[in-house]
């Protein structure tokens, strides 16, 4: 049974960083891609930025792209996002998952939050 972990949310100020950490349990990480998704108050979650397994192609929302840097670790089980020039917009709660082999995000971390005040 595959655990992820998420770490690293805070409150921060519009511009600055902050980086997500999610830590997976289980053997078979390297395996599969991964991905991060948020949920602003009132709104739906959504897709934030995607990793393939092996760490060679990335992909983003346009909303991030630019500004938000997602990289694996294999070796330690980790998948993280590096955000820089935050926006309030930007608030909401982070959540780490993974993609199944059917494609579609079948195990999730129980959420980080992050918070950019004005």
């Known amino acids: 049974q595959v655990q992820l972990v998420e770490s690293g949310g805070g409150l921060v100020q519009a511009g600055g960083s902050l980086r997500l950490s999610c830590a997976a349990s289980?053997?078979?990480?390297?395996?599969?891609?991964m991905g991060w998704f948020r949920q602003g108050p009132g709104k739906e979650r959504e897709f934030v930025a995607g990793?393939?397994?092996?760490?060679?192609?990335?992909y983003y929302a346009g909303a991030v792209k630019g500004r938000f840097t997602i990289s694996r670790d294999n070796a330690k089980k980790t998948v993280s996002l590096q955000m820089n020039n935050l926006k309030p917009e930007d608030t909401a709660v982070y959540y780490c998952?993974?993609?199944?082999?059917?494609?579609?995000?079948?195990?999730w971390g129980q959420g980080t939050q992050v918070t950019v005040s004005s």
């Open positions: 998952a993974r993609e199944s082999r059917l494609g579609n995000y079948d195990t």
């Open positions: 289980g053997r078979t990480f390297s395996a599969y891609s």
């Open positions: 990793i393939m397994w092996s760490g060679g192609t990335t």
